[in-house]
């Protein structure tokens, strides 16, 4: 079973930077799908940005232009790098894993629904202070 690690979050001042990482226990799968999502205290938990194993990356409105998504398949790591956070950004960041996936162009987009990621990590808060 895939397991995923997730690490780098912490607290910040806003317009601070912090990078998140995504570690997977295995390199099973060529093709795959990972997304991170993050939870606010009595909200629901949000999409943020996906990328998949042939480099396509996707981001929420709300992040884009701020957030970069990266990968080492050799460390089997994904990277989540967050600048010019704002407070909005606070909340618990997660990684998940889809194997088997890969976006085509507006055909079949990263997926955003929770529902569509098999495999999920323990989460890491992030916290940005005004």
């Known amino acids: 079973e895939e397991v995923l690690v997730e690490s780098g979050g912490g607290s910040v001042q806003a317009g601070g930077s912090l990078t998140l990482s995504c570690r997977t226990s295995?390199?099973?799968?060529?093709?795959?799908?990972m997304a991170w999502f993050r939870q606010a205290p009595g909200k629901e938990r949000e999409w943020v940005a996906g990328?998949?194993?042939?480099?396509?990356?996707r981001y929420a409105e709300s992040v884009k232009g701020r957030f970069a998504l990266s990968k080492d398949d050799a460390k089997n790591t994904r990277y989540l790098q967050m600048n010019r956070l704002k407070p909005d950004d606070t909340g618990v960041y997660y990684c998940?894993?889809?194997?088997?996936?890969?976006?085509?162009?507006?055909?079949?987009?990263?997926?955003?629904?929770?529902?569509?990621?098999?495999?999920w990590g323990q989460g890491t808060q992030v916290t940005v202070s005004s």
């Open positions: 998940a894993a889809e194997p088997g996936f890969v976006a085509m162009g507006s055909v079949r987009p990263i997926p955003t629904s929770p529902d569509d990621y098999a495999y």
């Open positions: 295995n390199k099973i799968y060529s093709r795959w799908c």
């Open positions: 990328i998949d194993s042939a480099g396509t990356t």
